[in-house]
């Protein structure tokens, strides 16, 4: 009778030695604690102090710097004559916003300013009073509106 031959008959199993569950556990606590890292606080590291002491000395002598520079413009702008700045003015009318102009200064703060010069331009005529509405008469208004095409009618071109 012929036995069937099988190669697996002929091997041996060998047992595999496996660590148990507390092996791991250790191995992670010392893996952990191999890797931690000093810690220094930043008022120990003399990096910290050079770039701390670099940073005031930079603002000292940037603020020193900014108040030469505005004492320089100061300077300059006494230098200028105040017909120089109404000439500017006058030239340079449309460039100003009015808006703003008008919200930084208060009404009794102001001055009138005569920029047309009465003896350069005789031509322009200067009121000395007033204007009152109560100087108006109600055919000259109407005649007004008619003259410059107002629509009484609609109110939108009534609005200034």
Do not use: C, R
């Amino acid at each position: 009778m012929e036995t069937n031959k099988n190669i697996f008959d002929h091997l041996k199993t060998n047992e595999i030695e496996t660590p148990d569950a507390g092996y791991f556990d250790q191995l992670a606590k010392e893996v952990i604690a191999s890797q931690k890292t000093k810690v220094i606080p930043l008022y120990k590291k003399p990096l910290a102090w050079i770039v701390s002491a670099a940073a005031v000395f930079a603002a000292v002598f940037l603020l020193n710097l900014g108040d030469a520079e505005e004492q320089d413009v100061l300077l300059a702008l006494n230098e200028i004559s105040t017909e120089e700045v109404y000439l500017y003015i006058e030239d340079h009318i449309e460039d100003f916003d009015t808006d703003l102009i008008s919200e930084m200064i208060d009404e009794e703060n102001i001055d009138p300013i005569v920029f047309i010069d009465q003896e350069l331009n005789p031509e322009v005529e200067t009121f000395d009073e007033t204007l009152s509405f109560e100087d108006i008469e109600t055919e000259d208004i109407l005649e007004y509106l008619q003259n410059e095409a107002v629509d009484l009618d609609d109110d939108d071109e009534l609005y200034i």
